[in-house]
């Protein structure tokens, strides 16, 4: 069975600070997908990424990036310089082969300017 | 981009009325639709998943009775609450899937709240 953890239930920092979201996986599959979600008060979800599990590279995409390491199971999220505006809750979840889409239990983030 | 679209966004009934939540694709087909809930704080949970033109399947706990889905085009899929109860409210959303390979697209979700 297929399975996501996200260890922080909730994460406090002060602005400009980089914070890392930890995710770890579970799947039998060896074809699977893994996603980041942003959830913010409004509670319309805001895709963010979504990777392959035979593409292990590093992606960059402004103050984001994401760590994907196969050999930990582990998908993390990094914010750069974070920003008020990067309060919300953050999902990581994983589809495989039933296409179903299983999330982690999400971790707050919460920027103090 | 692929929009996914949920009406109504909010709704309030009494305890034992039902309410159909419909979810659409507005510029695609979805090969599937997945129904979550979510209730304040927590996570997205699978409710089901549907296929268009066949039954849907229901995960493990979530009562089929209660919650009919009936997804009759590719494009739409609804969520009937039946009899609904105050412990029913709660946030739930859909997804669309463009296959396994695809994407998946959520719509914006809708709050129920049962008096």
């Known amino acids: 069975a297929q399975k996501v953890t996200q260890a922080q239930t909730e994460i406090s920092v002060v602005e400009k600070e980089d914070v890392t979201l930890d995710c770890v996986y579970e799947?039998?599959?060896?074809?699977?997908?893994l996603f980041w979600y942003k959830q913010p008060p409004s509670g319309e979800l805001v895709f963010l990424i979504r990777r392959n599990s035979f593409d292990e590279q590093n992606e960059i995409s402004g103050r984001y990036s994401w760590n994907f390491q196969k050999s930990t199971s582990s998908f993390n999220f990094t914010i750069t310089a974070s920003q008020v505006v990067d309060s919300a809750v953050y999902f990581c979840?994983?589809?495989?082969?039933?296409?179903?889409?299983?999330f982690g239990t999400g971790t707050r983030l919460q920027v103090f300017p | 981009g692929a929009v996914v679209s949920q009406h109504p966004s909010r709704v309030i009934c009494k305890s034992g009325t039902s309410v159909k939540i419909e979810c659409r694709s507005l510029d695609f087909q979805a090969t599937t639709m997945f129904w979550y809930r979510q209730f304040p704080k927590k996570s997205l949970m699978l409710m089901a998943t549907?296929?268009?033109?066949?039954?849907?399947?229901?995960e493990q706990g979530v009562e089929k009775d209660k919650f009919l889905i009936n997804h009759a085009s590719l494009t739409l899929s609804t969520l009937t609450v039946t009899s609904a109860h105050p412990e029913d409210s709660s946030f739930y959303i859909c997804?669309?899937?463009?296959?396994?390979?695809?994407?998946?697209?959520f719509g914006p979700g809708t709050r129920l709240l049962v008096l």
């Open positions: 979840a994983l589809s495989d082969n039933t296409d179903k889409l299983i």
């Open positions: 997804s669309a899937s463009t296959g396994l390979a695809g994407g998946k697209y």
């Open positions: 549907s296929n268009e033109g066949s039954k849907a399947t229901y």
């Open positions: 799947t039998r599959d060896t074809t699977y997908y």
